[in-house]
């Protein structure tokens, strides 16, 4: 989990201060002490933890208590404010040029995971209407060209290459061309990197730049190197000049130390951020988002944002008519499982909720969403419209076919009973239309004024 280490020492830190009736120079020391070792511990450079310590200070002591707020609770809100600003302060969206293909170069060293971030970028580009052409430019590393096809494949969008050429300019400069012929409205370059920042790489990403002069670079870093990943950023930023960052692999990193640091450090903001390995796993880097996860605050606006993009509308309304029919089978369990899983694992999303710190203790493995699948799967139509029928020899014939066991069958009727007298409770007329559209949670404002 994504700043593991740091998110329980800070969430212990603020528990204790929120509940102060009154703030003291001493309880105060005491707090600031242990957030700065905190921060130390996950690797954020030293100088920043000096000048964000100094900050909270400066403001907790010398700033009025608001009225709708205790002063353990203000005491609080500056910490994540602080935080907020340390993590970018506000959201900075990709530059889309109004005059397109937008070219978007990444950039970084090798093992960063430029390629599959080229695809994840590309899928995320596309769903918000674009047509992007990713672009093999790293004509180096063995299998390159064949990685970024296979990833181009996997998600139905073109690539452009040019095996065994390894004019990196002229294949950049061609890609243009084929996207403006092809209508392609962003061009995603993939750039060879280095195991190390080398003169070479350097001037070839430069040359690169001269050639296609692209609206956005952006460099690519592994999360999980901690304070290197800000180290390569400032050299890249230095020598090629960067717009932003994507940190891959932050879903690995315990400790955060290259999210907490790198934007002080190059002045660039981050903005995307790999969350795990699946095409489909980026996310929108949202400073706020992350300060109110990091503190135990949850992160509701993104579980919105998933079942936006996820939930189906007409699948809601079929269900909803199951509904008024007082009907809701296993189809329609089944189907209402696949929209879950579209969100991503439910191990990610209960960790976004507010207080996900204490369900720690709780083991969510996804694996039982297959389990319930192949279950459903091994039944007869009849069976899957008409739970009833499932006496004892059918439950243990569809133990075999599914590979369970049938207390596993058993336990899952129970619970399905259990879903089937809660959804019957939603079967208002326009319930479900209105559950998915009422996603939007104006709310969500009011609640951040209390963190």
Same mark, same amino acid.
């Given at each position: ?35 700065? &070792? /905190? &921060? ?81 970028? /590309? ?19 063995? /299998?390159?060209?064949?990685? &970024? ?33 092809? &209508? ?29 002069k692209p609206h956005e670079i952006l460099l690519v870093v592994d999360a999980m190197t901690g304070q290197e990943a800000v180290n390569v950023a400032e050299n890249f930023n230095e020598k090629v000049g960067i717009d932003g960052v994507v940190l891959t692999k932050l879903d690995g990193d315990t400790r955060g130390g290259a999210a907490l640091s790198v934007k002080k450090v190059t002045g660039k903001p981050i903005k995307f951020a790999g969350v795990g390995e699946k095409l489909n796993e980026l996310e929108v880097f949202h400073p706020d988002r992350m300060a109110s996860r990091i503190l135990g605050m949850g992160d509701v606006l993104s579980i919105v ?22 009907? $809701? ?86 619970? $399905? ?29 009011? $609640?951040?004024?209390?963190?």
């Open positions: 989990m994504a700043f593991e280490g740091l998110s329980s020492r800070l969430q212990e830190i603020t528990r204790k201060i929120k509940g102060e009736a009154r703030i003291t120079e001493s309880n105060m020391k005491e707090m600031l002490r242990e957030v700065k &070792l /905190a &921060l130390l511990e996950a690797d954020v450079n030293y100088k920043i933890v000096k000048e964000f310590i100094a900050n909270i200070q400066e403001k907790a002591l010398g700033q009025d208590v608001m009225k709708s707020l205790k002063p353990g609770e203000q005491v609080v809100k500056i910490v994540r404010d602080e935080l907020v600003e340390l993590l970018g302060g506000t959201d900075s969206k990709i530059n889309i040029s109004s005059n397109p293909p937008t070219v978007i170069m990444l950039i970084g060293l090798q093992g960063a995971g430029k390629t599959t971030m080229a695809g994840k970028l /590309a899928n995320y580009l596309r769903k918000d209407g674009k047509k992007p052409l990713m672009v093999a430019c790293d004509v180096y590393r063995p /299998a390159a060209i064949k990685q &970024l096809q296979v990833v181009g494949a996997q998600l139905n969008i073109p690539v452009y290459a040019e095996e065994g050429n390894q004019d990196v300019i002229g294949i950049a400069k061609r890609s243009l061309n084929t996207a403006m012929s092809k &209508l392609n409205d962003v061009v995603i370059i993939d750039t060879a990197g280095r195991l190390q920042i080398d003169e070479k790489l350097m001037e070839e990403l430069q040359n690169i730049k001269k050639a296609v944002e998933k079942a936006e993009q996820a939930l189906d509308l007409e699948e809601a309304e079929k269900l909803e008519k199951q509904l008024q029919k007082n009907k $809701f089978d296993l189809d329609d369990y089944l189907a209402q499982l696949k929209q879950i899983k579209k969100m991503g694992s439910v191990s990610s999303i209960l960790k976004m909720l507010p207080g996900a710190n204490k369900l720690k203790d709780i083991e969510v493995d996804d694996k039982e969403f297959i389990k319930i699948e192949a279950i459903i799967t091994s039944m007869t139509a009849k069976e899957r419209k008409n739970p009833s029928l499932l006496n004892g020899s059918r439950r243990k014939r569809i133990a075999k076919g599914s590979g369970t066991q049938v207390h596993d069958i058993n336990k899952f009727m129970e619970s $399905f009973e259990m879903t089937q007298k809660m959804m019957k409770q939603m079967k208002t007329k326009g319930g479900m239309r209105r559950m998915m559209k009422g996603l939007k949670l104006d709310q969500i404002d009011d $609640f951040k004024d209390l963190m």
